[in-house]
């Protein structure tokens, strides 16, 4: 069992497109189960590699009690929409509410190179959409209204987040 460190912003991975996976690999197949040891925690709902450092499009989810992960997910569907909070174990200690679309639905692979597809309203359709802006170089404080943002901003030049130590 392999737990990574959490990278935090202002990190540049996590701005920065991932690349697709182009074939599995035994790294790959590592990179997976480190994704799913790391979220498999209380509290965190997904984990996009790049916030552990590796710019793949693959993240591993944990919500309502079920356990995955999605390789070269791409958005295929949204629809309707909530309001709430939202946080970023690459942004700790903030929430804010966000809007996101109430559904969305995701398709990409497995580690067989099965086709999968991961939908959900709720949490899981904000989990998808989270993650899925992750692995496209984004933050959820980039949704936010703007003056939501500015305070965002403003607490994190109060509070520097703290780099992990990566070994």
Known sequence: MTVRPIRVVPDPVL???CDPVT????AIRQIVQDLLDTVDDPGRAG???N????????????????LGYIIN????????QQYGDEGCLSLPGLWYKCARADYA????????????TLEGSGIMGRMI???????????FIDRLASDQRKL???YMREHPFQQPRIA
């Not at 916030?51 to 079920?66: A, D, E, M, T």
């Not at 997910?73 to 309707?80: A, D, M, T």
């Open 23 to 26: 074939s599995i690999t035994p």
């Open 15 to 17: 701005r920065t497109p």
């Open 105 to 116: 639905k995701a398709e990409g692979i497995n580690l067989n190179g099965g086709h999968i």
């Open 152 to 154: 965002a901003m403003q």
């Open 129 to 139: 959409q989270h993650e899925c802006d992750h692995l496209d170089g984004h933050v």
């Open 47 to 49: 984990l996009s590699a």
């Open 73 to 80: 997910p791409h958005i295929v569907e949204k629809r309707g």
């Open 51 to 66: 916030q552990i450092g590796i710019s793949l499009r693959i993240f591993s989810y944990n919500v309502n009690g079920k």
